[in-house]
């Protein structure tokens, strides 16, 4: 088999480290002697320059290379995949929290209302209560008032003929003496 130089030069173009290559050429059948005689004539030569066998050909990018990074780039969209989804779900735990939350501030303030008109309503049967009572001593008041309009001249006739009568009382009892 052919000695990989222009593959190894292709891969280190594209930023892809030695072990990666090894392993990379291993696959495509390639002796580890080989290999190794490939990146140590591309490391003698430098990264730049071409191995002799590739002088005046244009590289061709091998199909392998492609499977490779695509299967990379899919690695990495699915680790990223992944902590979107992860993310996703602290989101969706946070937002039934909320949810969870608000119903119950939602219940709380639905029995406050209640509550709130349980003693409106008591509050106004109390002074309703209380506004009968009044009404009830105004009437009393105005019904002592008639009979003490009523009774106290006559009241007072009777105390003015009481003095009176103990005037008399009182003389008659001061000649006998």
């Known amino acids: 088999m052919q000695i990989p130089h222009e593959h190894v030069q292709n891969m280190r173009n594209q930023g892809i480290p030695d072990h990666a290559i090894k392993d990379e050429l291993s696959n495509k059948g390639f002796d580890q002697t080989s290999i190794n005689a490939a990146i140590n004539h591309s490391n ?10 590739s002088m005046g050909q244009s590289a061709t990018p091998d199909s392998n290379i492609y499977e490779r990074i695509e299967e990379i780039t899919e690695q990495m969209i699915d680790e990223r995949w992944d902590e979107l989804i992860k993310e996703v779900r602290k989101i969706v735990e946070w937002k039934a929290k909320i949810e969870e939350t608000q119903l119950k501030l939602n219940k709380d303030l ?3 209302k209640e509550d709130f008109k349980t003693l409106h309503t008591g509050v106004l049967g109390k002074v309703e209560e209380y506004d009968n ?3 009830d001593v105004g009437t009393e008041l105005k019904a002592v008032g008639k009979v003490f309009k009523d009774v106290i001249p006559q009241f007072v006739e009777n105390v003015k003929e009481l003095k009176e009568h103990t005037k008399n009382v009182k003389n008659s009892a001061s000649k006998k003496q």
């Open 110 to 112: 639905e029995k406050l």
């Open 44 to 53: 003698a030569a430098g990264s730049t320059s071409m191995p002799p066998s």
């Open 133 to 135: 009572r009044m009404r």
